[in-house]
């Protein structure tokens, strides 16, 4: 049990760090408050199909000033096998997007897993991420692109050839939906540097390497 739990947190990091779509993509203003429910992750070939992973997970963010914004999210699919998620982060925006010139967020964070399981050795991991995002208003719309870096603190035991970092790029396109509502949609290259024989789950890949993610996210402004 102790190495089905080692095993969940090292090698299932692939598929864990990537798995929720991004919202924190424009300063939402000083001590305003949104919240956001999101599901999806990498397409795994199963059952002659590609079939997208519906991995849940629940986001909020607070307006700290004019430029920065308090990030926190939740792992809802992961409490199932008794390991609490947690991201904690924050994201600051240098620029606001003006004509071609796009909104830019640095977005520095920390994924946390915390085992449940009674008589572990190990409860606790965490794994320092940082996001880089640009943006684009299009009428009441936006468009978006960046890139993830999750620094995993251990190689997996299986691989100790495995690259040091995860890099996955992304792109996307937020709705607005009217009352408050928004709607993200995003697909994303999940471990992009990583070649799909360092995975033991054979998912959907783009020459070869990392795994192609869907993404959505329901998002509201209070």
């Known amino acids: 049990m102790k190495l089905l739990i080692i095993a969940f947190g090292c090698s299932f990091l692939f598929f864990l760090a990537g798995c929720s779509a991004h919202t924190s993509l424009e300063p939402i203003g000083e001590k305003n408050i949104d919240v956001n429910l999101s599901i999806g992750g990498p397409v795994v070939k199963a059952f002659n199909n590609h079939i997208p992973i519906p991995y849940i997970t629940g986001g909020a963010k607070y307006g700290l000033t004019s430029d920065i914004n ?20 924050a994201s600051y925006f240098p620029t606001a997007n003006n004509g071609f010139i796009p909104t830019v967020g640095i977005s520095p964070g920390l994924l946390t897993f915390i085992s449940l399981k ?47 970092f995860i890099f996955s790029p992304f792109a996307g396109y937020r709705f607005e939906l009217g009352g408050s509502f928004r709607l993200i ?7 992009a540097n990583i070649k799909s024989s360092q995975v ?6 783009i020459a070869k390497y990392g795994a192609v993610a869907i993404l959505f996210a329901l998002e509201r402004a209070f």
């Not at 880089?132 to 299986?158: C, E, M, Q, V």
């Not at 995003?186 to 471990?191: A, Y």
């Not at 033991?200 to 890949?205: D, F, I, K």
């Open 185 to 191: 949609t995003e697909i994303k290259w999940q471990g």
């Open 200 to 205: 033991a789950v054979e998912y959907t890949r």
């Open 70 to 89: 308090a990030c926190a999210g939740f792992h809802f699919t992961s409490l199932p096998y008794k390991l609490l998620g947690i991201d904690l982060g």
């Open 118 to 164: 009674p008589g572990m050795e190990s409860r606790f991991r965490a794994y320092p991420t940082l996001t880089s995002t640009a943006s684009w208003h299009i009428k009441d719309n936006l468009i978006f692109t960046g890139f993830d870096f999750t620094l995993p603190f251990t190689k997996p035991d299986y691989d100790n050839s495995s690259p040091k």
